[in-house]
């Protein structure tokens, strides 16, 4: 009920701000705070010039970012030091982390993006989070700010690595705007533009929207599905109003949209852990697990018992083999998914309502609510495998019709009619050669989303000041209601070839295929109350408090149920395919909370059956304090020095698929920081910062392998892994960031990042002995080891210890009836870092677990004014040398045994064309 009533205030706050197209009011006569170059940032909610603010920020302006070619979140890391992305689940979905504080897949995110002050629409599902405010939301903005450390005390969500803040611009009072296209390789068609309406001294309205389109750079080879993976297909909507109700009350909305729909991403194989690629056999190699019995006459092994790693090591070895043969470049993979695809639609209507109540205190409202919905297939390893050899346990029996299963079926003995095309024969086995695929998350159906979440938020802020001027506050309130919009499904099918998953229709050539089913419904509610007080002792001495208090709470249930698919009703208790007569069992995934009895459903599609006894429900809540203390001191009005102590906080979270472990809390963070901040004029300017840190963090959630006891195993249950409270780590680094104009003509910038991480200590395996856990974290659950997917002593995952960017830019001394030509370029350093610590040093040489150094080279040429006419006109090219190397790993060598990477984007070009009007 109150989440019904928040929206419907909303809907009324929008409706208001058309009042004021009838209301006459004087204009708000505003001076421009850097009308003498100074960068303002709302880090701390209010504006302030960039240099008088304690705080390690980074910050873009949209001239910026048209000039380095950042259309997406991804493309901003290349130029922030401290920043890095975790792109394991592609482009997307890519997660952020600053100061190596990183995001493992289910988790909250260490990072807070925000668009307009408001925080960006949760999307809920198995992987991480992605940014949150949709593609194409970096088109026409004021400024993109990345602040460092945690933010926890005026920023809705807590977060541990920090905040993106993205300020779209504001409808001003001149009818003006802009039209962009872009060309660029891969057939890269962009185009943008905006257009700002006064209607009114008191209303005015801005227009703004893009179409990108690019082909993938992920060549398929396999000649199944699309030609081409990696690929950009996205439209953006933005709808921007401000209403000055009175001189002193300010109502802001802002309306945008996002739809992205793309083929997903696609991972390329790089080695495979067997020596059959080699030329070894089965036999010579000795590389088939105990209790494997070769038949006596061809020395084949039943697939059944050798083991579902080495089967597919062996087949990514005849994949890589074929690769080989054809002379595959790096960018050409081979999948054999038919229809892949990833759909995101996202929609959010943010409304701020600003009063100046008096000369020294406003309050401000902020308000939102948006939805995001996520449709997905795709092959979560990037492969069209081949049953590796002839199987001799029979997949299917006679009357089946195999066709209908599947198109690729191969078979080894029986027979087929060739009218029919039902198995004639006894028995039916698995030819070599069969294709199958290993692991595909499908949410193929209409109307099915693997995500689909709306998001609403409501924030009261009192700020002001004392009539001395001396003291300054923010305090205020912050409610976030995120609820299901549905069911999130998931299918997630394993060793099967299958032509409509949705109806289990599903050729099973390895004898142990699987198609694994969830329904999901997460309900989120953070709340917090905060404060913050900057007093000014001196105009040179200054202290600044500030503390919030949160409130966490997930809800959710979960069903989910597994079918296995079988030739006979021998292994248990199965039911029959009407149509193909294929036995199939279904039993509820987690057969330790629900027994191990197959369910006798009525529907083959899992929508149709009753799954209430395979449901799940959990809670998890939790309450933390969070603190900021910082002294800062200003010797001169162009120098600050500060000191600052922050608590960090990241709630904990919940996951279905382990009993026992489903729960985990939150994450504690102690952040130490130094700083210093320096600016200079004249005719060679510019600023230089510097910053030291050291972090603490404990009770960290570490991603960790479960494996069960005998006793769980002998009910069904089977190993996996979870999120763990199990360790702690600590980060110390250095930040640095300078840039000097000389004679208005020549710019030359620099940034600087030294991480060292270290994860102190990581909670021991609690191995079963006597039949008592030795570890706490294991006691009342299925599980008897628990194995943290880190070491004692490793860095961070996705964190490079030395990142730097080094960017020139040249204004050509030209007339002004010329234009203004700029000639600029960028170096980006990034040290190798690991990917995945999870992988052994045996891999290493596939590329796995580290990405290598790296050094980039972009350029760009702009022409402003060209001729004196509105007309710009750019060139740009990134990755100049086309470096080649692996941004992450997919985790399949450890239960696999072949070894996967996302490879980098290549060498992009391109030209750029603006036309610009009005004031």
Partial sequence: MVYRSFKKALLLSVAASGIAAATPALAQDSASASAAGDIIVTARRVEERLQDVPISITVFNQDELTKRNI??????????????????????????????????????????????????????????????????????????????????????????????????????????????????????????GALNIPLADTFKVRLAGERNKRDGYIKNVSGIGPKDYNDVDYTYLRLSI?????????????????????????????????????????????????GSTPDPVTGLVNPAYSGTRHLQALSCGIQLARQDARGDGLYDVETANPNPFLDIVQWQVINTTTWNVSDNITIKNIMSYGEFRERANFDLGSSNFEVPITGTSPIFGPGFDLTRISQRL????????????????????AAAGTPYQRIVLDTAAPNVYNSSQSTFTEELQVQGQSTDGRLNFVLGGYLEFSRPIGFNAGRTGIFLDCTRPQNLECANPLFFGSISESHTKLSFDNHGIFGQATYNFTDQLALTAGARYTF???????????ASFSANAGTGPL???????????????????????????????????????????????????????????????DILVYAKYARGYRQGGMNFTNPGVELWDP?????????????FRGTVSGYFNLAGFYNDLSNQQFFAGLTPTPEAAALGVAGGAAIVNAGSSRVYGLEADASVLFFDSLRLSAGYTYLNTKVKDVASAATQGDGTPLGDLLIGTPFGVISPRVQVGSPFNDTPKHKLTLTGAYTLPLDASIGDITIGATWVHASSYINDGSVPASAAGFGLGVSPSTDLVNLNLDWKAVAGSPIDLAFFATNV???????????????????????????????????????
């Fill in 667 to 679: 994450e504690k963070l102690d952040s130490y920081e130094l700083g210093l901040k320096t600016s």
């Fill in 552 to 562: 966490d709470k997930i809800k959710g249930l979960q069903d989910s149920t597994r």
């Fill in 410 to 429: 191969n078979v080894a003995s029986g027979a087929i009619d060739p009218v029919t095309k039902l198995a004639l024969g006894p028995a039916l086995y």
């Fill in 242 to 290: 401000v209403a000055e109700l009175t001189p002193d009350l300010e109502n802001y909305t802002i309306f945008h949209y996002s739809d992205s729909s793309t083929n997903g991403y696609a991972t390329k194989i790089t080695g495979c852990d067997t020596p059959i690629s080699q030329g070894g056999t089965l036999l010579t190699d000795n590389i088939l697990p105990a």
């Fill in 881 to 919: 040398t086309k470096e080649k190397y692996n941004v992450a790993s997919t985790g399949a060598w450890n239960s696999a045994g072949v070894a996967e990477v996302l490879l980098n984007q290549p060498r992009f070009y391109g030209v750029r064309v603006r036309y610009n009007f009005g004031q």
């Fill in 575 to 637: 039911f029959a395919d009407p149509l193909t007569g294929v036995m199939i069992a279904r039993a509820c995934t987690d057969s330790f909370r629900h027994g191990p009895l197959a369910l006798a459903l009525a529907g083959l599609s899992p929508p149709d059956a009753d799954r209430s006894v395979c449901t799940t429900n959990l809670t998890n809540k939790s309450n933390k304090p969070t603190w900021v203390i910082n002294l800062d001191y200003k010797p001169t009005p």
């Fill in 71 to 192: 259309a997406v979140a991804t493309d901003l890391a290349a130029y922030t030091p401290s920043l890095s992305v975790n792109q394991r689940y592609g482009p997307e979905k890519s997660s952020f982390s600053i100061r190596g504080f990183t995001q493992d897949q289910s988790t909250a995110p260490t990072v807070g993006v925000y668009f307009a002050e408001v925080v960006g629409v949760r999307a809920q599902g198995g992987t991480t989070s992605g940014n949150t405010v949709g593609a194409g939301a970096f088109t026409d903005l004021e400024n993109v700010q990345v602040l460092k450390g945690p933010q926890g005390t005026l920023f809705g969500r807590n977060t541990t690595g920090g905040a993106i803040l993205l300020t779209p611009k504001k409808p001003t009072d001149n009818l003006e705007g802009y039209i962009e296209g872009t060309y660029g390789n891969y057939d890269q068609m962009r185009l943008q």
